[in-house]
């Protein structure tokens, strides 16, 4: 090959390797981008007057005095959206039956919207659910919600090759000459007196409870199972990944034995994740009984199962890159082979045994599959050490899925699912980096 020729190809790799690694680096961002900008949202927002009602209410947290000023500041401006409701109802029943009839639906929508807003209205009985028993707790939310009051939503079916188009029609149409047709410009107007937004870090989000299935309240108790669950699954997973290493590289012989472990090890590290799920219902739950139902120890041996073929390979990779020559030197000065192992071999080795620790850790805190069926529920309270071998726990990698899919709400509380998977990645990178400061600390060591 001439010269030229080496040329081309070298700079046609070097093109091809970087126009790779910018695609990497751009799909990357477009996947991290909205979710760092929708998680940060459940800690950074404007927070209303209902929210803050709901953090000193339910939590205990803020300054009573300025709330109660602000609950009378607000209150003085919704007295007079109260005061249109009542004199529509007065004139409501001043009317024909067949105008009351075609005024109802139309009112109790009315009434529906400023509930969300505000709360429960003069009049109603107490909410049993939380989320009715407060208004919007975002401005955001209050921003669409005035929207949906001043409009009603209608669709142009005029066109048959075109699918149906939304347009909009103010509402106050709808009770022109009535005693409510002045609520629509003083809500729009006044919005923000009755609701005082304010710029809110919402530190709770992480720390507190959940409330009413995520309607409130953060997201501590799925943070507290997912450590729970893929801590534990490292204390199984990670002495047997090391010592099964150990055996391979220091003890088994080349024989059919070994050779049929070695391919039950690779092939369980490419089995489907919801298979070990299964399994570990089968098995720890069902047969073994480890605990009466989902528990976080079902769940964790399941996840130390998955991993354990990874930590297996990573240890075993990392024991035969130690250089022969300081097992020769140790047995030379009359070291037995298991005392060389121990002190010779293994601290060398200790890089790479902790990374393929620490990355596996990160793959178990992730997972979703192989908890669905033996350790997470939807909703749940945090739990104690001394409830981990009979009590099942939230999950963030579960409660994702969940809250995405299957929340009746779904809508209305993206905030929380992009805070959860947020806090999910911040878990998985911080592990990876803790993994990478430790191999450093550790090989310099080892350096001296």
Do not use: C
């Amino acid at each position: 090959m001439d010269l030229g020729t080496r040329k081309i190809l070298d700079r046609s790799f070097t093109a091809v390797g970087v126009t790779s690694i910018l695609l990497m680096a751009t799909a990357l961002l477009v996947v991290i981008v909205p979710i760092f900008t929708g998680g940060i949202g459940a800690i950074f927002f404007k927070g209303t007057i209902e929210h803050r009602k709901l953090q000193y209410n339910e939590f205990g947290k803020g300054d009573l005095d300025v709330l109660q000023r602000q609950i009378v500041e607000t209150d003085s401006y919704r007295e007079k959206v109260f005061r249109m409701l009542e004199a529509f109802e007065v004139e409501m029943e001043l009317m024909e039956p067949d105008e009351r009839s075609a005024y109802s639906p139309k009112y109790k929508k009315v009434r529906d919207l400023l509930s969300h807003l505000f709360g429960p209205l003069p009049g109603e009985m107490e909410p049993i659910l939380l989320r009715y028993q407060y208004g919007v707790t975002r401005w955001d939310e209050a921003e669409e919600s005035l929207h949906k009051l001043m409009f009603v939503t209608k669709w142009d079916y005029s066109n048959p090759d075109e699918m149906a188009k939304p347009y909009f029609v103010p509402r106050s149409e709808e009770f022109e000459g009535t005693a409510l047709a002045g609520l629509f410009p003083y809500m729009e107007s006044n919005l923000e007196n009755m609701l005082l937004p304010e710029q809110t870090f919402y530190w709770g989000f992480i720390t507190e409870r959940s409330l009413d299935a995520h309607i409130f309240g953060g997201i501590w108790a799925e943070i507290q199972g997912t450590f729970f669950l893929a801590v534990g699954a490292m204390l199984f997973a990670f002495p047997l990944g090391v010592i099964a290493a150990i055996y391979f590289t220091e003890y088994a012989k080349d024989n059919f034995f070994t050779s049929i472990l070695r391919s039950a090890n690779s092939t369980l590290a490419g089995v489907p994740s919801i298979v070990f799920g299964l399994f570990g219902l089968a098995f720890f739950i069902n047969t073994v009984k480890v605990s009466e139902s989902k528990s976080v120890l079902a769940g964790s041996l399941t996840l130390a199962i998955m991993i354990l073929p990874t930590i297996i390979r990573a240890a075993e990779e990392a024991i035969l890159a130690v250089p022969k020559t300081y097992k020769e030197a140790s047995l030379g000065l009359g070291s037995t082979k298991w005392r060389t192992i121990m002190t010779v071999i293994l601290p060398a080795a200790l890089p790479g045994i902790i990374t393929g620790g620490i990355i596996s850790l990160g793959r178990a805190a992730g997972e979703t599959a192989p908890i669905i069926f033996t350790a997470a529920v939807s909703v749940g309270a945090t739990i104690g050490l001394a409830d981990v071998f009979s009590s099942p726990t939230p999950a963030l990698s579960w409660n994702i899925y969940n809250l995405a899919s299957e929340h009746e709400a779904a809508n209305e509380i993206r905030h929380v699912q992009y805070g959860m998977v947020l806090a999910l990645i911040s878990i998985v990178l911080l592990l990876n980096l803790s993994a990478i400061l430790l191999r450093a600390r550790i090989s310099k060591k080892l350096k001296g």
